[in-house]
């Protein structure tokens, strides 16, 4: 017996049904944030659903920040705050640790994928504000020669800054607590070990890598720098 | 007339702070994905807010999939899906120009920062796989040397299942039409001119550089690759 010819039951709810639809209809009406939107009452007819399925999806859209209520307007249409959406539901401890292994994977991905942002955007404010960060993590830690996390967000954080792009600032933001909570399940003797084995990039050198080197030179360091997670991450197998 | 002492008015919604409280209830109490949560009632006497608030709040929290109903069990926690979180909101028509720009720039910053991982993933099932998409956009573009996003799209999609990390499949998805809708507004003779200028590393040659390159040597090449792409972006300020 086959079970090639019996479709699937659709398990989508009404509000889920009509959410679809609305954004299909902005979609094929080419509507643009800023725009006005139908009212309640116009979509309930046009759909055949009650309005208040409608208000629900509505709803949803407006937690989604798809649209939003204006005095005297109605609703329109609004850019989606994509990081403030992202911000909402990215807390680590409501992760699983499937996500979160990837999430730190991603972090490793863009950390070595901005190097030409970095040098086509740097300014001569944002090598001094590094240097200053170098500077004061250098008088920190003359007696330990441990990871600090700080440390860490301070120069990795201003590396995000110094690219310039507003959205890969906002997933760093954002990512920051998933990168503590990994860190704080590393066993910190096994940190010490590695970043004490000798072959081992600096934030100086990292640094002294975006003054005089290139895009080129500056992947090859950070790729050192980071060796400790890539090895966390390609050992676990 | 110094206006330091004076404390900016809360703007936040009674719903707003509610969902606010919501989240903070979980975290406190340490819930994890599974975990029943306390039922409409007992919030709105804890909070002392309205059943309605506390329902519309919680909605929200339904719409972004960090809660759900679960039959004679209420409301319990679930682990919010990014991604599906993520494609409700990124459609590009519904997006401006400058979050287009960021996340156009996002996927060069994901493709030259994914080699590792291609390296340390990739399996013989995966390179016979590359080598037929090459063969047979190689077969396609005898006859005409510009770009076809289909081919782009064949090949770097491939390559982000390499690497194999679920959630930046997932950004992958749903970026893809944000580089279609980016394509369409560039000139194809812009393309066309550059792709033609002699020094362009081609598909075929980033897969030999998979199977007996190094991520160095990979980085380097598709740095290569992708340079009309950086070129359009740096030349733009």
Redesign the interface.
Known sequence: MTMKNIKPIDTLSLVDKVEIRL?EF??NN?L??GDPIPKELEFSESLGVSRTVIR?AL??LR????VESKKHRGMV?T??D?IN??A????P????T??LK??F??R??????????LF?RKTQKDLDDLEEIVVKEEEQESDQSHFSLDKEIAFHGKLYQI?N????QGFQQLLLPVFEYVHLKNTPQDFKHRYSSGHFVTHRMLMDNIKIGT??TF??AM?HHLEPH?DSI?KEK
């Open positions: 954004l902005f979609k080419n643009k944030p629900e709803l949803r937690t989604l920040g798809l249409l850019e989606p994509i959406n992202f909402r539901i990215l807390d401890t409501l992760l699983g499937g996500i990837n999430l994977e991603l490793l991905i863009l950390e070595m994928g901005m190097a030409d942002f086509e690219s792009n507003k959205t890969l895009p080129e992947r090859n790729r890539f390609f």
